[in-house]
C-alpha cells in the first residue's frame, strides 16, 4: 500500500477538528490539533484520538492522567491552525481557559469531552490515547470540518443558541 494512495483516500473522509490538552505535573499546558477524535464505547464511555510518535507533545500526553478534547466551531480555524504549528507558544494568543478537569479549554468549542486516561495503545507511529469520559459539555453551534486537506463548513446548519456557563470541574470531583 502506497503512502499517497492512503492519505488520498483519506483525504475524502470528513472529520470532525479538535484541540486536545492537557497540563503536566509543573502545571505546563500542552495541546495540539487533532482529526483522528472518535468516540468508541457507550458502556463504559469510551473515546480516542491518536497522537503521532514524532509530535513533541507525545510525552506529556503519554504522561498524563487526563486530557481535554475541544471540538473546534466553524469560524475557529485559527485555533487549529495555532495548535498544529510547530515551535510555537500554542496558549500565548490567551483564548483557553481552565474548563472540566482543571484543563485548558476553548469557551468557543462546540463541545468538549474530558476523559481520564484509560489506556494507550501502541499504533505503528502513533499511540492511541483511549480516554474515559468523566465529563462533558455540548453547545448548539455549527462544528468545523475538515475535509480534503482544507477546513470546510458543514452542510447541514445548526441553530445556535447562548452559551451555557462553563463548568469547572477539578480531579478531585471525578
Ligand atoms: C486538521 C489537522 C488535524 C491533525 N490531526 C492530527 C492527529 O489526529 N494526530 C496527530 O498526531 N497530529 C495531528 N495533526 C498535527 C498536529 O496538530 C501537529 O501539527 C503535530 O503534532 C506536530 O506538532 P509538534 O510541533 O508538536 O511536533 C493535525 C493537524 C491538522 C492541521
Same mark, same amino acid.
Given at each position: 500500500?502506497?503512502?499517497?494512495? &492512503?492519505t ?5 473522509? %470528513? !472529520? ?8 503536566d !505535573?509543573t ?12 468516540? /468508541?464505547? $457507550?458502556?463504559? %464511555? $469510551?473515546?480516542? =484520538?491518536? $497522537? ?10 503519554? @504522561? ?14 485559527? =485555533?487549529? +491552525? *495555532?495548535? #498544529? +504549528? @510547530?515551535?510555537?507558544?500554542?496558549f ?10 482543571? &484543563?485548558?479549554? @476553548? ?13 494507550? =495503545?501502541?499504533?505503528?507511529?502513533? @499511540?492511541?490515547? /483511549?480516554? *474515559?469520559? =468523566?465529563?462533558?459539555? #455540548?453547545?448548539? +453551534?455549527? %462544528? ?20 451555557? %456557563?462553563?463548568?469547572? &470541574?477539578?480531579l478531585?470531583?471525578?
Amino acid at each position: 500500500m502506497e503512502r499517497t494512495a &492512503l492519505t488520498h483516500a483519506m483525504a475524502r473522509v %470528513p !472529520g470532525p477538528v479538535t484541540v486536545v490538552t492537557t497540563v503536566d !505535573g509543573t502545571g505546563k499546558r500542552w495541546g495540539f490539533t487533532a482529526n483522528s477524535f472518535i468516540s /468508541v464505547s $457507550l458502556d463504559p %464511555p $469510551l473515546v480516542l =484520538v491518536c $497522537l503521532n510518535k514524532t509530535a513533541s507533545t507525545h510525552e506529556a500526553f503519554t @504522561s498524563a492522567d487526563r486530557f481535554l478534547v475541544n471540538v473546534l466551531a466553524h469560524g475557529q480555524d485559527v =485555533v487549529a +491552525r *495555532r495548535f #498544529a +504549528r @510547530s515551535g510555537v507558544d500554542r496558549f500565548a494568543a490567551g483564548d483557553m481557559a481552565s474548563c472540566e478537569l482543571g &484543563l485548558p479549554g @476553548s469557551h468557543g468549542a462546540c463541545a468538549r469531552v474530558a476523559c481520564a486516561m484509560h489506556s494507550i =495503545v501502541d499504533a505503528g507511529d502513533h @499511540s492511541i490515547l /483511549v480516554g *474515559r469520559v =468523566v465529563d462533558t459539555y #455540548a453547545v448548539d +453551534r455549527t %462544528p468545523l470540518v475538515y475535509y480534503n486537506r482544507a477546513f470546510a463548513h458543514p452542510a447541514a446548519a445548526t441553530e445556535v443558541r447562548a452559551e451555557e %456557563p462553563v463548568k469547572i &470541574l477539578h480531579l478531585a470531583d471525578w
